[in-house]
């Protein structure tokens, strides 16, 4: 009875080992490696080449190139600092090409490049421009054109003249002026010559001048309201 009971754990013993060493052979079948069943073998052969990588970063900057045309230090200083002031320049040039002169006011946007002419040359870059020369109809409107005056540091042309009717002041669409804001003692047609144009001056005033005077140049367009 005894030697029957050792012989079925020897039995179940050999079971076991045999059942064992069949699920290492098909562990390693399967690539797999979690159970270790003796010692690793030998390394297998070279596998196929890979495909390509991704891009890798950029590298660092190069060098700096040979330099330019200089033999001595204050040559090379200067230009150093030429090519800054350049840079500047053209950073101040688009700064002010898209904030200097321009003002609103209600349903009028004043706009000035900054450059002076006489009477005709402003009227013409006006009208072609598709507006006309600045011409206030209130404080308000004379206070926006005021303000570009000042941006550009210029005294500057108005639309309004009595080129059509001396001693009648109208605006570029030839219609009588109803606000006025004349410096004292103007208009006066200087010294008896004829002033048939009209400066706005940097206090806000307006003085009548004559219209061969070059004077900053500042349109006026309309805003339609939707
Ligand atoms: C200038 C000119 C005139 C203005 C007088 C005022 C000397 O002439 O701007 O239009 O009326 O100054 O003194
Ligand atoms: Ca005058």
């Known amino acids: 009875m005894k030697a029957l009971r050792v012989f079925g754990v020897l039995l179940l013993h050999v079971a076991l080992v045999m059942s064992s060493t069949q699920i290492c052979q098909d ?3 399967s690539g797999c490696s979690i159970i270790t069943c003796g010692a690793p073998g030998k390394d297998g052969e070279k596998g196929e080449k890979g495909e390509r990588g991704i891009i890798g970063l950029p ?3 190069g ?3 040979p330099p330019g045309d200089c033999k001595d230090s204050v040559c090379e200083d200067l230009q150093s600092k030429l090519k800054a002031l350049e840079g500047q320049l053209k950073a101040q040039q688009t700064e002010s090409f898209f904030f200097k002169g321009r003002a609103r006011s209600s349903d009028k946007i004043f706009l000035s490049d900054g450059d002076q002419g006489n009477f005709n040359e402003a009227k013409a870059r006006c009208t ?4 006309q020369m600045a011409s206030p109809r209130n404080s308000d409107e004379n206070k926006a054109i005021l303000s570009i005056n000042k941006q550009y540091g210029f005294v500057s042309y108005l639309g309004i003249n009595e080129l059509e009717t001396p001693g009648i002041y109208r605006d570029p669409s030839n219609e009588v002026i109803s606000y006025t804001n ?3 003692n103007e208009p006066n047609n200087y010294q008896g010559i004829q002033e048939n144009c009209v400066e706005l001056q940097n206090t806000g005033k307006w003085n009548d001048i004559v219209c061969e005077a070059k004077r900053l140049i500042i349109c ?6 939707g």
Do not use: L, Q, T
């Open 182 to 184: 004349w410096k004292e």
């Open 128 to 131: 072609n421009a598709g507006g």
């Open 59 to 61: 590298g660092f900057p």
């Open 63 to 65: 060098h700096p190139g």
């Open 220 to 225: 006026e367009f309309f805003i339609s309201r």
């Open 27 to 29: 562990v390693e079948k």
